[in-house]
C-alpha cells in the first residue's frame, strides 16, 4: 500500500500525510509519507539550483526562500561563474567602493524640515535582557549562513542555553561600555557574479556574512531605537514602510500599484511609473550623515557613542 505515495505529487503527500495524522493512521506509514514528502522537496530544490538557465532561475526569490542553501551551493557548483579579476584589481576597486568619501564633511538637516518636538518618553537605557536577546535569537533564521571567520552559527545559540547566558552577559557589558568589540566588527563577503564580464568587479553582487554575535547586538539596539521613536510618534507610518515590525511595506507598495494600473486599464488612461533603483544605495550613506538624523530624532549621546562604535574600525574580507 505505502508504495502508491511515490507516484504522489507533493501537494497529495502534503494532503496524505494530514490525512494520517488526523485519523491517527500507522505510525509506520505516517514516517513513510513524511521520509518520501521530504524528498521530493530536496529534488525540487536541487533541480531549481541546477537550472543552467540565469534568465528563468530568480535568484532573489531563493536568496529570500533560503539564503544559506543558496551561498552553499552558489559556491560549490562546478560550473558557477567565478570572478576572473586578479587580487590587486579587486583590492584597488573595492578600496575604492568601501572607503569614506570625503569624511570630514558635515550634514544640517534642512530649515523646511519641521522638527521634532521633545520626546515624552524617554529611551530606556537598561541593557536586554536574557529573555529580550533570546526572543531576538528565536526570530532569526535557522538558514542563515554563519561567519566563515569564526562558524559560529545561529543554531548553537537557539539550542544551548549556557551560550545564550555567556552573549547576554556580554552584550550588556558592551552596551553599558558603547564600545563594540573589533572582533565582532570582522566580516567575510561572498562575490555572486549577476550578469556580463567576470573581469569587472562591479558585475558581482555581495553578500557579506557577519559575525552572529554582533547581528543580535544590532537587533537589540535596533528594537531599543524603534521603540524609543515609536513611543514618540516621531516615525510616518503613512510614510515610512521600510524596516517596521510586523507591516509588509512591499506587499503594500505592490496592491497600490496593482490598484493604479487596474484603475488607468478600466479608465482607458495612460499610467507612468517610475522605479528608483540607486547604486550601492546602503553604502551611499556618509557616516556623518548617520549622526546628524540620530541628533535630529533626539538618540541619547551615549547610543550615538555606540552606533559610531559600530562603523569604527571594521574589516571586510572577499
Not at 482607458?268 to 551611499?284: H, M, P, Y
Request: glycine residues 4%; aromatic residues 10%; charged residues 25%.
Amino acid at each position: 500500500m505505502v508504495t502508491k505515495y511515490k507516484e504522489y505529487t507533493v501537494k497529495e503527500l502534503k494532503k496524505a500525510l494530514q490525512n494520517l495524522k488526523s485519523n491517527k493512521g500507522n505510525l509506520s506509514k505516517i514516517k513513510y509519507v513524511s521520509r518520501t514528502l521530504r524528498d521530493k522537496l530536496r529534488i525540487n530544490n536541487n533541480d531549481g539550483l541546477t537550472s543552467d538557465s540565469n534568465e528563468s532561475f530568480n535568484h532573489d526569490n531563493f536568496i529570500v526562500r533560503n539564503f544559506g542553501g543558496y551561498i552553499k551551493n552558489v559556491i560549490n557548483k562546478k560550473d558557477s561563474i567565478l570572478p576572473s579579476f586578479n587580487v590587486i584589481d579587486c583590492s584597488t576597486y573595492f578600496s575604492k567602493s568601501l572607503a569614506k568619501n570625503n569624511p570630514s564633511r558635515l550634514f544640517n538637516i534642512p530649515s523646511w524640515i519641521p522638527k521634532l518636538s521633545d520626546p515624552e518618553v524617554q529611551f530606556n537605557f537598561d541593557p536586554p535582557t536574557y529573555q529580550q536577546i533570546t526572543d531576538v535569537i528565536r526570530k532569526m533564521k535557522s538558514s542563515g549562513s554563519p561567519c566563515p571567520l569564526d562558524q559560529l552559527s545561529i543554531i548553537c545559540f537557539k539550542r544551548c542555553p549556557y551560550l545564550r547566558t555567556c552573549l547576554s552577559e556580554l552584550i550588556q557589558e558592551i552596551w553599558l561600555s558603547g564600545i563594540v568589540p573589533n572582533e565582532w566588527k570582522k566580516a567575510c563577503t561572498i562575490l555572486i557574479h549577476k550578469k556580463g564580464n567576470t573581469d569587472d568587479p562591479s558585475n558581482f553582487r555581495l553578500i557579506t556574512l557577519e559575525s552572529i554575535p554582533l547581528k543580535v547586538f544590532t537587533s537589540c539596539l535596533r528594537n531599543a531605537i524603534y521603540s524609543f521613536l515609536a513611543s514618540n510618534n516621531f516615525i510616518e507610518h503613512g510614510i515610512q514602510k521600510g524596516f517596521t515590525p510586523n507591516l509588509s511595506g512591499t506587499l503594500e507598495h505592490t496592491a497600490e500599484m496593482a490598484d493604479i494600473i487596474n484603475k488607468a486599464r478600466i479608465r482607458q488612461r495612460s499610467v507612468v511609473i517610475t522605479l528608483l533603483d540607486r547604486k550601492n544605495a546602503f553604502g551611499e550613506v556618509h557616516h556623518n550623515l548617520i549622526q546628524s538624523v540620530l541628533d535630529y530624532d533626539h538618540i541619547p549621546e551615549h547610543i550615538k557613542f555606540v552606533i559610531k562604535s559600530l562603523y569604527s574600525h571594521i574589516i571586510i574580507y572577499i
